[in-house]
């Protein structure tokens, strides 16, 4: 965070004061140490919208899509949209 807020300095985009103002507020939360991280709570969905997508469009059945993804089932044809003529790949 420290050097985006230095960035954003160099651009412009705030003042100096702000970026000292930060890196006070910064350093009192002890962030120079330990820097917060909200990496952990984020993971990678493209491979499941991949798979929901080949299965919606009959690329791969909803057996294979579930093994992709490691999941049951049950929640493979809870979150695909089929319509009522729609043939089921099972």
Known sequence: MFLLVKRAQLLGIISASAAEDFYINASK?????????RIDKEYPTLLEQLVYRAINENEISMQRGAELLKIPFDKIVAYCCFSEDKQWNI
């Open 29 to 37: 939360a002890g962030w120079r140490k330990n820097e917060p991280v």
